[in-house]
Every structure is written in C-alpha cells, then in structure tokens.
C-alpha cells in the first residue's frame, strides 16, 4: 500500500488528484484514520496506462483542432487518417497492412474505404447529440463534441475491438482494452444522473491540454456507446453489464425489457436473446442485461451489413439482408430473422432499427459469422401509447426495419414451424406481474396492453395455422 503523496509521485499528479482519482473509484484505496492507503498495484495500472495515451508532437503551425491517429483492430494497423475535432471530417486517409479488418460499417465490402465513409461511420459510432444529459457531460468535461469525447477515450468500446491510436503513442491491445484492463464508471455516473460530485472534483483535479481531450474520467466505453436512452457500463464480479434508462416520468422502458424477456424465455431458445433483469440506481428503475461480445467477439449491426453489400434504402432490405447473411455463411439466419419479426410483433415493438440488430463474428479470425441474440425491446408493449388510445381502437404502430405495416412485416415470415402457440398461455398475467412493479403506471393501462397483446398473439397463431402449423382456434 502506499501513501497518497507516493502515489503522487508514481503518477506523476498532485496529491489531490490522486484524492479525486479515488472518490471517483479510479483507484482502490483503503482509509485509515483521515489518510487513504492507495493499492499499488492499480498505481502502477494507471500509471502504465497514462503513458500510453501519448501525446502528439507540437508541431509549428500546425492546426490544434486536428490530430493524427491510427484506427485500430486489436493491434492491426488498419487505416492511418487524420481527424478534424472542429468539422468531424476526416482527412489523409491511408489504408495500411491491416486494411483486412477494417470494420464492415466502413464502405462497401470490396472497395478501399474513402474519408467520407469513414467520417460516417466515426459519426455513427460516438454518443448521439440527443443523448440526455450530454450537454452537462461536455461542459462539465470541457469537450465540445461527442465525437471529442469518444477520441478522448481513443474510441475503445465494449462492442467490438476497434480503437483510435494517436501518432507515437506506443500502445497496445492488451495494455488499452477494457475487457482486460476494465474503466472508469464514474462518467456512467454524470451521463445517468445528469450531475456527478466525483466528476466534478476529478474533472477539477486535472485537465489536459490534448485537442479533442477532457480529464481522464473519459476513460469509458460509455463514450462509444450509441443509442438515445440514458445508458451506462458497469463491471460486476467480472461482468459487463449494460445499464439503461427509460424515458418520462413513467419510465416504462425498462420494464418492458423485463417482459420482454418473458416473453422470449417461453418461445425462443436461450442463447437467441439477451435476458434483461430490472434494477434501481439513483432512485429509478433501470434494465441491465450483460455484454454479448468479449475480447475475441464482435458485434456488428445489422446497418454495417447492409453498408458493406450496398444495399441502400428504396431497395428490399429484407431480402438483401438474407442475401448478405447467405453470402457471409451465417447459418440458420432465415429463421432466426423469422424469429425476430414474429417476437416484434407480439410486443408491438416499433423500434427495430438497423443497429440494435445484427451479427457476431470473431474479431481476430474475422470468421464465425452469426446472428446476434436479440435485444433492445424498451420500446414494445405500447412504450408510447395513452390508455385511452389502447383502449379506443386496436393499435396500428409503424413497423420496422423491413415492412413499414405491421401486417405487411408479418407476412415476410417464411418459417414458423418453431411456434407453439400453447407456450404463451398465462403470458397475460405475466404483463400484470411485470408492469404492475412499475409505480408510474396503473391497472388501466396494464389492462389496455393485455388486450392489445391478446390481439397480436391471435394474428400471429392465424398466421400458423394458415401455414399448417397448428390448428385454427388452438
């Protein structure tokens, strides 16, 4: 163990920085008495990592809103490009050795990645401007854009292996990567919450001077974590758990999550979707499921597929979507895709949009395509709908992302051999069970919603029984 001015000295910092560094849960420490007894070993850790983040050369004239970086896949070198923090345009773009493992979102699949592309798929993959809470996350970091923030973190994710290295910083995959090396959940904190004290006295502590670069409490995935919700990384006995908010005062997402699950338990097998369980923090109800992709695994949203087969919109999606899957040797991919229209459609689910969808591969042998257990349903069982509009009239909802109509979406199935109607018998009570924990909501509307799933889970046993699956009025 070692004393706060040591670890000072090791870091290279203040003593009060260290301090913050410890509220903040970027190091473990013990108190004793008034003082803190600082772990070494997480000493040395940040230390180590500190060294890496390099620093780019001061160049005479040079533009202080660009930097040269290196994109990453593990410890491929795979485009050299140079990235303008101001306009988010990317300029001086190189393929290098490793331009096989360029990510497939990143152009067509049989062309060389060109600025513009890459620019969109850097865009995509930072915290969307309507993120809540954002705005209070970059003027507390002193970052202007997410894109800023995202480079801060050098773009490391828990999605996938891809990272930005900056030019002359030494580093490696093993040495920067959060699967191994885990992170700072204390931005997680400032993004949920929309004010974080530990952030405030970290983000005081210390503030470099890089272009693009807040305080090292950016050292997060949360960073290149897309998505509208409110959500957030955290590491529990080993595990990465994502956690994510709901929206309005009725905070209904996260226990459609939950019964969502319930639903997918009785009809789908385990390893085909993500369970989510509902947990409280900060005095609200969140869903947390844990990470599908690792070290070695990949996640790839089924819009990078559609990117690298230029399949565009105003064609087909579905069928060109199938055709990729066939092309990239994923098994089983037409009725898994079967699978997801018909569950969408139990829960009225209107948000299934091209990147909470996709595939697994691994990320080293870049191989072992597979479709990606489902998950995100925050926004089935009428996340957006009144009582009184459940109750007046049948519910029509936009579908997505194949079919605009819900009937029209339906129809594409082509294999629903694997459903049983008898396995969501007692699912009704089920929606009573799981929205009736939510306080904000009342037996009316858990009421409306359990005739509208009756309705849906009728169309879709028709629909069996039309192709034989079972017999009429089962």
Not at 51 to 75: I, K, Q
Not at 199 to 205: M, Q
Request: proline fraction near 5%; charged fraction near 25%.
């Amino acid at each position: 163990m070692l004393t706060t001015k040591e670890a000072a000295e090791i870091l290279g910092v203040s003593a009060r920085r260290v301090n913050a560094l410890i509220e903040a849960g970027a190091l473990r420490a013990e108190r004793l008495g008034r003082s803190w007894a600082v772990d070494e070993n997480s000493v040395r850790q940040r230390a180590a990592s500190e060294r890496l983040r390099g620093r780019p050369s001061d160049r005479s004239g040079e533009v202080a809103h660009r930097a040269r970086y290196t994109l990453m896949c593990r410890d491929h070198e795979v485009i050299g490009f140079t990235y303008d923090f101001r306009s988010g345009a990317v300029a001086d773009l190189k393929p290098l050795d490793g331009i096989a493992w360029k990510p497939l979102g990143i152009g067509r699949l049989d062309k060389t990645p060109n600025r513009y592309d890459f620019a969109e798929w850097l865009r995509n993959r930072a915290i969307p401007g309507m993120r809540p809470n954002l705005p209070v996350a970059l003027r507390d970091l002193m970052v202007r854009t997410p894109s800023a923030l995202m480079f801060a973190s050098w773009g490391l994710s828990l999605s996938d292996p891809y990272w930005f290295r900056p030019e002359g910083a030494p580093a490696q995959w093993a040495d920067v990567n959060y699967f191994d090396n885990g992170y700072e959940e204390a931005f997680g904190d400032l993004m949920l919450a929309g004010e974080s004290p530990k952030a405030a006295r970290v983000a005081s502590a210390d503030r470099s001077e890089l272009p693009g670069r807040g305080p090292a409490i950016t050292h997060s995935p949360d960073t290149a974590t897309n998505g509208m919700l409110s959500k957030t990384w955290v590491r529990r006995r080993g595990v990465d758990y994502l956690i994510k908010g709901g929206t309005g005062n009725e905070n209904r997402e996260p226990y459609n999550e939950r019964l969502a699950t319930r639903l997918l338990e009785r009809l789908l097998d385990l390893d085909e979707f993500v369970p989510y369980t509902v947990i409280e923090r900060h005095g609200r109800a969140y869903s947390s499921c844990a990470n599908m992709a690792g070290p070695d695994t990949e996640l790839i949203p089924a819009q990078d597929v559609l990117t690298a087969f230029a399949i565009t919109e105003g064609r087909d999606l579905h069928a060109g979507y199938l055709r990729a899957l066939e092309d990239l040797g994923v098994e089983n991919a037409r009725q898994l895709i079967d699978k997801m229209i018909v569950v969408d459609h139990l829960m009225a689910n209107f948000d299934r949009h091209t990147h909470n969808f996709g595939l697994l591969r691994n990320a080293e042998t870049l191989d072992g395509y597979r479709v990606a257990p489902l998950f995100d349903h925050g926004c089935g069982f009428y996340s957006r709908a009144t009582t009184a509009e459940l109750e007046a009239r049948p519910c029509v909802w936009e579908s997505h992302p194949f079919r605009e109509y819900p009937s029209q979406q339906l129809a594409l199935v082509d294999d629903i051999s694997w459903y049983d109607p008898s396995a969501l018998e007692g699912f009704l009570d089920e929606i009573a069970e799981v929205l009736g924990e939510n306080p904000e909501i009342d037996e009316r509307f858990i009421a409306a919603v359990q005739k509208q799933t009756a309705r849906q889970i009728r169309a879709v046993s028709d629909l069996a029984a039309e192709r034989g699956v079972v017999s009429a009025g089962w």
